[in-house]
């Protein structure tokens, strides 16, 4: 995970929002994730996507082809600026308005009660394992604990990049990533411990 930081562009042209349509409709999670990046300075849609790829999107999954679609409606509602490049491929350029600092803001005043989603495809085979075989819960068992802890692995080395120059909330989320990475690592590591521990495996279990 890097820290964002902030691209110039110039030979542009400026179009922005209409005021009467602003927060015309209900922001959702990639709106505030639009108008964060953009808070670290303007960008065009790769440039959301890029940002996005090295940071939240190592704990925030979604669909990368709404940072094309996003920028656009928050330019309607009024919390995003759009700078339209003059000739050749008219590259559009976002930044975030005072409108949509508030916006901003105001989103991150909110309680944040809601129980955290788990989408976990080792966990899902582990829910049904019964019905597969001993071998193929060994291989899973194996096979997650190298994923948890090769990810760990790459987020020490992030960690250790950006430690003294990030900015210091970006860099508590990925210690945040690192102690779950290694505290699921060790449930695997248990759990293969566990399962060489259980009697032999009958054949017709394997």
Same mark, same amino acid.
């Given at each position: 995970?890097?820290? !964002?930081?902030?691209?110039?562009?110039?030979?542009?042209?400026?179009?922005?929002? =209409?005021?009467?349509?602003?927060?015309?409709?209900?922001?959702?999670?990639?709106?505030?994730?639009?108008?964060?990046?953009?808070?670290?300075?303007? &960008?065009?849609?790769?440039?959301?996507?890029?940002?996005?790829? /090295?940071?939240?999107?190592?704990?925030? $999954?979604? &669909?990368?082809?709404?940072?094309?679609?996003?920028?656009?409606?928050? !330019?309607?509602?009024?919390?995003?600026?759009?700078?339209?490049?003059?000739?050749?491929?008219?590259?559009?350029?976002?930044?975030?308005? $005072?409108?949509?600092?508030?916006?901003?803001?105001?989103?991150?005043?909110?309680?944040?009660?809601?129980?955290?989603? !788990?989408?976990?495809?080792?966990?899902?085979?582990?829910?049904? $394992?019964?019905?597969? /075989?001993?071998?193929?819960? &060994?291989?899973?068992? +194996?096979?997650?604990?190298? =994923? +948890?802890?090769?990810?760990?692995?790459?987020?020490?080395?992030?960690? *250790?990049?950006?430690?003294?120059?990030? *900015?210091?909330?970006?860099?508590?989320?990925?210690?945040?990533?690192?102690?779950?990475?290694?505290?699921?690592?060790?449930?695997?590591?248990?759990?293969? &411990?566990?399962?060489?521990?259980?009697?032999? !495996?009958?054949?017709?279990?394997?």
């Amino acid at each position: 995970m890097s820290t !964002v930081g902030s691209n110039d562009h110039e030979g542009v042209a400026v179009l922005a929002g =209409s005021g009467p349509q602003a927060r015309a409709r209900k922001l959702n999670a990639t709106s505030y994730v639009v108008l964060g990046m953009l808070s670290y300075g303007p &960008a065009t849609s790769y440039d959301l996507k890029q940002r996005v790829g /090295s940071t939240i999107g190592n704990f925030w $999954a979604f &669909a990368h082809s709404q940072l094309y679609d996003e920028p656009a409606r928050l !330019v309607v509602d009024g919390l995003v600026a759009e700078k339209v490049e003059h000739g050749g491929r008219r590259k559009r350029t976002y930044s975030i308005t $005072a409108t949509g600092r508030q916006a901003l803001q105001e989103w991150l005043s909110e309680n944040t009660d809601e129980q955290t989603e !788990v989408r976990d495809l080792g966990l899902l085979k582990l829910f049904f $394992a019964t019905w597969g /075989s001993r071998r193929d819960l &060994a291989q899973l068992a +194996h096979d997650r604990h190298r =994923s +948890h802890r090769e990810r760990a692995e790459g987020y020490e080395q992030m960690h *250790d990049q950006i430690v003294d120059v990030g *900015d210091r909330w970006q860099v508590k989320t990925l210690e945040l990533g690192l102690r779950y990475e290694r505290c699921v690592e060790q449930f695997w590591a248990d759990f293969i &411990a566990e399962l060489d521990g259980d009697a032999p !495996v009958k054949p017709q279990d394997q």
